[in-house]
C-alpha cells in the first residue's frame, strides 16, 4: 500500500471502513496500481480478500505484492486470500465440453446468461467460518477488471446484476468492502462500458478516477488522481466531497503531489 | 538505456513467467544460480534459452521482436508470455515486414514458430523471411553448426571514419546469452533454404484446416478463431512449453505468429460491419490466447487490420487484452506523402501500449514521435525532427503546414497519459 494514498483517502489499516464500494476507472492510463495498493492494504488490515483477477496472472500480482510488503502466496496459504486466476483457467474451462459448474462457466456458453456461478464462488469464499473464531476482519471483494467480461460476452446488465448481488451480500450482510476496476473508454463509444461505468458510479461510496494530464505525456508526472466520496444512501445531505492530486509512480511507491506541485517543477 | 550487465546464464528459467514459475514460489529476489531443491524448472542446473535474455528492470524473460530498434522503444525485447498486437497500416506493406522479423529471429535463435494464417500458406511466408546479416564472429558460429552459405559481406570497409569500425555493429545492452539477443536482417534477400529446413515450425493455413468438422461446439468463437486455438493448445502441450508434459522437457520458446487476425479472411465480419452479431469472437479469443501464453513458454505476434473495424469500442476492447501494441502508419496515399515534414519517412509508428509486468512502471521511452522507413535493405525507426526553419523570409503558410503536421504526430502514448493537446514534455 502507499502511505501517501492512505493519508489521501484518511484510511490506515488498522481503522478500515466497512460496507463500501469503492470504484477504481481509468481514462487513458492505467490505473492498475489502484488495485496493488488496495490488495496490500486490506492484507495488511487483516481482512479475508477475494480476488477475482481476470486480466493478469497470479505471479505478477505476487510480485508487485513483495515490493509492497505482502505475500500473496503465504495469504493464500493460509487462507486469508482467495485468488481465483481467470488466465490460467480459462482455456480448461472453455474446451471443457461438461462437467463441474465453474466460476467462469460464461466462457463456455454461446451467449452467456448471468454470473451466478461467479458470484456463487465468491459468496463460499467469503462467508464466516463457522468454527467460531474471528479470524479476520471483514471480507473484501476485489475484482480486477470488471470491464473485461463485456469483452467476454457477458452483457452490461448482467455485470451490474453480478456487482448488485455481490454488494447484498459482502457489504451489506457480511459488512466488507468491494473494491472494482473498469476502464474508461472515453471517446471510443462503447455503450455497454458506458452503463457499466455509469451504473457503479451511481452506486460507489468511493470513487478514484486516474487520467492523464490535459497535455499529453510527462516523465515527472503520470497522471492525475480524482477522488470522490459520495453517500449514495443519502441523496440530500452534504456535497460529495471531491479532490484531485497529481501522482508520479516510482519502483515501489507512488507520490501524490498538489496539482502544479511536482517537485520536478518546482 | 545504460543496462549494466546481469549474469545471462542461470537466469533463464527463474526469471520466466511461465508455468514453471508459477508452481514454484518463485520471486524476484531468488538467488539465481543452481538450485538444490528439486522444483521442476528443468532439474538442478539452469540452461537459459538461445535468444532470449532477462529483463533488467524486473528479470522478465524477454525475446527479440527481430528489430533491435523496436526492442529498445519496448523496453528491452518482448516478454515471453505475451502478445505483440501490430496494428496494420492502410494498404498492408510494412506490418508483414515486421511480422517476418519476428518469425526470422525465431529461426536464427533456434525458436520452434507456428505460423497462422488465412491468406498465404505459412510454407510460402517462411520462404519470404529476410536473410540475416551476419557479421565475422557470428558467420564462424554458424559456420560451425549449420552450414557455408554464401551470403555477401555486406558491411563496406570504412576508410574515412575507420574508428568506427571497431565499434560493434549493434548497441551491446544487457547480457549476452548464449546467442546473440537480436539481428538485423536483410530485407532484400530471402533467408538461405537451409536454416529454413534445420528449423521447426507448425503451420495454420486456415482453407485447409477449415474442412475438417468441430468437434466442439463453436460457444460464441468463429469457427476459425476455435480451430486456431485448439492448434495452439495442442502444440503447446504436446511440444512441452507449459511444462505439464512430464515426458517433454522443453527449454524452447515458441514464437506464434497469427497474420491479419480480425479480418474477413478468419470468418469474422467485424471489419465489415458495425453492429455484428459476433462481436465478442475476436476478444474472447484473444482472452483465451492470453490466457495459453501466460501459462506457457512463448510469444505471439498478432496482426490486425484495425483500420478496419468500424467499431471503435472493439479497438478498445483489444487494445486492453493485448499487452505490447504497436501502430503503423504508413504515408502511401495519404497527403502526408508530400508533406515536407515527411519526406525522408515512410510512415509514422506509434507506440501505444507497453505493458507493466510484474511491476508498477514500465520503461516507456521518452520519444513520442517515431517514424519508419524502409531503405533498400533495412528497416529503420527514427527519432522524427522537425527540419530547421532556415529560409530568410518565412512565408506564413510554409510555417502553418508544418504546425499543422506537428498537430498531427500523435497524441501522447495511452498508456501513461493521453491528452487533448499535443505539448509533452
Not at chain 1, 487483516?46 to 497470479?58: E, G, P, R, W, Y
Not at chain 1, 473485461?148 to 453480478?162: I, K, P, T, W
Not at chain 2, 546479416?133 to 552459405?149: I, R, S, T
Not at chain 2, 466442439?216 to 502441450?237: A, C, D, M, W
Request: glycine share 8%; proline share 5%.
Amino acid at each position: 500500500m502507499f502511505p501517501e494514498l492512505n493519508n489521501l483517502l484518511n484510511i490506515t489499516p488498522d481503522r478500515a471502513e466497512q460496507g463500501k464500494l469503492t470504484l477504481l476507472c481509468d481514462a487513458k492510463t492505467d490505473g492498475s496500481f489502484l488495485v496493488h495498493h488496495f490488495l496490500s492494504f486490506y492484507l495488511k488490515a487483516n481482512c479475508k480478500v477475494c480476488f477475482v483477477a481476470l486480466i493478469q496472472s497470479f505471479s505478477h500480482y505476487n510480485i508487485v505484492g513483495q515490493k509492497l510488503g505482502v505475500s500473496l502466496t503465504l495469504a493464500r496459504e493460509r487462507g486469508q486470500l482467495v485468488f481465483l486466476e481467470g488466465l490460467k483457467s480459462s482455456a480448461d474451462v472453455f474446451f471443457q465440453a461438461h462437467g463441474e459448474p465453474h466460476p467462469l462457466q460464461f466462457l463456455r456458453e454461446a451467449s452467456p446468461g448471468n454470473l451466478q456461478p461467479l458470484f456463487e464462488f465468491v459468496r463460499e469464499a467469503l462467508k464466516p467460518v463457522d468454527n467460531g473464531e474471528a479470524a479476520w476482519r471483514c471480507p473484501v471483494l476485489l475484482v480486477d477488471d470488471l470491464g473485461l467480461l463485456l469483452s467476454l460476452g457477458v452483457g452490461a446488465v448482467a455485470v451490474l446484476d453480478f456487482v448488485h448481488y455481490c454488494r447484498a451480500t459482502v457489504c451489506w450482510e457480511l459488512k466488507g468492502n468491494m473494491v472494482v476496476l473498469v476502464h474508461d473508454s472515453g471517446d471510443a463509444e462503447d455503450e455497454e462500458n458506458d452503463i457499466l461505468l455509469h451504473g457503479l458510479s451511481h452506486q460507489s461510496h468511493l470513487i478514484l478516477r486516474t487520467e492523464g494530464l490535459a497535455t499529453g505525456f510527462c516523465r515527472d508526472v503520470h497522471g492525475q488522481l480524482r477522488i470522490l466520496w459520495r453517500r449514495p444512501s443519502q441523496p440530500t445531505a452534504q456535497r460529495d466531497r471531491s479532490l484531485t492530486y497529481q501522482y508520479k509512480i516510482q519502483d515501489k511507491n507512488v507520490s501524490f503531489f498538489a496539482k502544479g506541485m511536482s517537485p520536478a517543477v518546482l | 538505456m545504460a543496462v549494466a550487465a546481469t549474469c545471462g546464464t542461470g537466469a533463464g528459467s527463474s526469471a520466466c513467467m511461465a508455468s514453471a514459475a508459477s508452481k514454484s514460489n518463485v520471486t524476484s529476489f531468488q538467488r539465481r544460480g543452481p538450485r538444490a531443491s528439486g522444483t521442476d524448472s528443468g532439474g538442478p542446473r539452469l540452461v537459459s534459452i538461445a535468444g532470449t535474455r532477462p529483463s533488467v528492470r524486473n528479470g522478465q524473460l524477454l525475446v527479440s521482436s527481430g528489430l533491435p530498434a523496436l526492442d529498445q522503444l519496448l523496453g528491452g525485447g518482448l516478454a515471453v508470455g505475451t502478445v505483440l498486437l501490430i496494428e496494420e497500416d492502410k494498404y498492408n506493406i510494412y506490418s508483414p515486414l515486421l511480422f517476418k522479423y519476428f518469425l526470422a529471429e525465431g529461426i536464427i535463435s533456434g525458436h520452434t514458430l507456428l505460423v497462422a494464417s488465412a491468406k498465404e500458406d505459412p510454407a510460402d511466408i517462411l520462404q519470404e523471411l529476410p536473410a540475416p546479416l551476419l557479421d565475422d564472429n557470428y558467420k564462424k558460429e554458424l559456420d560451425e553448426d549449420v552450414y557455408n552459405h554464401k551470403t555477401p559481406e555486406s558491411n563496406a570497409k570504412m576508410k574515412i571514419a575507420w574508428r568506427y569500425q571497431l565499434l560493434p555493429k549493434m548497441e551491446q545492452i544487457g547480457p549476452v546469452s548464449s546467442s546473440r539477443f537480436g539481428h538485423y536482417y536483410d530485407a532484400s534477400k530471402r533467408i538461405p533454404q537451409e536454416l529454413i529446413e534445420t528449423s521447426k515450425w507448425h503451420g495454420f493455413f486456415l482453407p485447409k484446416k477449415i474442412s475438417s468438422p468441430l468437434k466442439v461446439e463453436p460457444r460464441s468463437l468463429t469457427h476459425g478463431y476455435l480451430k486456431l486455438l485448439q492448434f495452439i493448445q495442442n502444440i503447446i502441450y504436446e511440444e512441452g512449453f507449459d511444462g505439464s508434459n512430464p515426458q517433454k522437457k522443453q527449454k524452447n520458446i515458441l514464437r506464434i505468429g497469427i497474420q491479419n487476425l480480425g479480418s474477413p479472411l478468419w470468418g469474422d465480419n467485424i471489419c465489415c460491419t458495425e453492429n455484428c452479431d459476433n462481436s465478442h469472437s475476436l476478444t474472447k479469443f484473444l482472452y483465451l490466447l492470453r490466457g495459453l501464453l501466460r501459462t506457457s513458454l512463448s510469444a505471439c505476434i498478432i496482426t490486425m487490420p484495425t483500420h478496419l473495424i468500424q467499431n471503435k469500442a472493439v479497438i478498445a476492447r483489444v487494445t486492453n487484452l493485448s499487452d505490447t501494441v504497436v501502430g503503423l502508419e504508413s504515408f502511401i496515399g495519404s497527403e502526408k506523402e508530400t508533406n515536407p515534414l515527411y519526406k525522408d519517412y515512410h510512415g509514422l509508428i506509434h507506440i501505444r501500449q507497453i505493458p507493466r509486468l510484474n511491476n508498477l512502471i514500465c520503461d516507456e521511452s521518452d520519444v513520442k514521435d517515431l517514424a519508419f522507413k524502409l531503405k533498400k535493405k533495412l528497416f529503420t525507426i527514427e527519432r522524427l525532427h522537425l527540419p530547421p526553419d532556415l529560409s530568410d523570409t518565412v512565408s506564413r503558410s510554409s510555417k502553418q503546414d508544418l504546425a499543422e503536421s506537428a498537430k498531427r504526430l500523435g497524441p501522447g502514448c495511452g498508456m501513461m497519459a493521453g491528452g487533448k493537446k499535443h505539448l509533452d514534455f
